[in-house]
């Protein structure tokens, strides 16, 4: 089967960043399902894992994680999905990734993909749907209300992949009042397009443009980059007892000025129930079922903002360049091999 990956990290415009090659079909054991991958999305992580990560001498690193496609076999202990199933999902951060034709995946962090839209546009959902529901849900617990603060969250890179679907899914599903980053006029429409009540500028400091919105302070925050450059605002806009969350990976977090307000810090990391094989790793099923559901209902949209061509290395390599020039709005969509 087709494949692209790579023997060496380096970087995005090396010749041998990426390369198209062959492997193995792999044959599905224990919950496993063989999913015929139709399309696939980019993820900053694509890239972080890319420039970082060296695969064993002679062998090679396939990337990807987002993928949309249909089943075509399932393990012998698989129950909840069977060939001919189109699914969508986001794969496991320590296993070969989905930039391949055929990809073994364990079929309780897949969801049924959505029926009203094409493999691309399902494609870019699932890694960015799952981080920005467990952060809103699990993680910062939007539903509990913080006493005397404002119903409100702001979403700090609200443009990116992950901003542009925690938006659309805090509108579908909380009664919050949505502030969102956005520093270029095409990303402010964007986000505002999406539902996001208010838009600021995260080049300028954000707490007083927070403050000028005269609607009083956050109950929380959630940043999907450059943290350590809005920390200081963090503090200063967050209510007192506020919930802040991040994903992004500072080089240095300092949560002593937290202390102050007793604001709580999450982590959210969406490969921690497939690293880890928890108790609870089914919940991933659950929930794309459940974005699937709302996609299909009319209530959130993909968040497909490019869509790059065929899966191969060339215009794989694109797709990381725009991701890594930090450029991208919504998502980058690749499709068919």
């Known amino acids: 089967m087709r494949a692209i990956g790579y023997q060496t990290p380096q970087p995005i415009d090396a010749a041998t960043a990426l390369v198209d090659f062959d492997l193995p079909r792999p044959e599905p054991q224990g919950r496993d399902i063989l999913v015929e991958v139709k399309a696939v999305s980019v993820n900053p992580v694509d890239t972080k894992i890319r420039a970082s990560a060296k695969p064993e001498p002679g062998d090679w690193k396939v990337l990807g994680w987002d993928a949309a496609g249909v089943v075509t076999a399932v393990g012998p202990e698989a129950s909840l999905f069977k060939p001919g199933d189109a699914v969508f999902y986001a794969g496991a951060i320590n296993r070969s990734g989905t930039n391949a034709e055929f990809h073994l995946v364990d079929e309780r962090i897949v969801g049924r993909k959505p029926a009203s839209i094409d493999f691309a546009a399902a494609a870019a959902l699932p890694l960015t749907s799952i981080t920005a529901w467990e952060m809103l849900f699990d993680r910062l617990e939007v539903t509990r209300p913080v006493a005397g603060a404002a119903n409100a969250i702001l979403i700090i890179g609200g ?17 919050l009042t949505v502030i969102a980053t956005a520093s270029r006029p095409e990303t402010q429409d964007w986000v505002k397009s999406l539902g996001a009540h208010h838009v600021v500028d995260h080049r300028q400091p954000l707490a007083p443009q927070v403050e000028a919105l005269g609607i009083g302070q956050p109950a929380f925050v959630f940043s999907t980059t450059n943290t350590d450059d809005h920390l200081a605002d963090i503090v200063e806009l967050i209510a007192p007892q506020g919930r802040f ?66 899966i191969n290395a060339e215009n794989l390599k694109r797709a990381h360049a725009l991701i890594e020039s930090g450029k991208a709005k919504g998502k980058i969509v690749l499709e068919g091999f």
Do not use: C, Y
């Open 159 to 175: 443009a990116g992949g992950v901003g542009s679907i925690a938006i659309q899914i805090a509108r579908a599903l909380t009664d």
């Open 245 to 310: 969350g991040l994903i992004d990976d500072p080089k240095v977090l300092n949560a002593l000025p937290l202390k102050r307000k007793s604001i709580s810090l999450h982590w959210e990391l969406m490969f921690t129930r497939s690293l880890f094989a928890t108790a609870d790793i089914e919940k991933q099923h659950d929930l794309l079922n459940r974005i699937s559901e709302l996609v299909d209902a009319g209530k959130i949209k993909s968040t497909l903002a490019d869509h790059f061509g065929a």
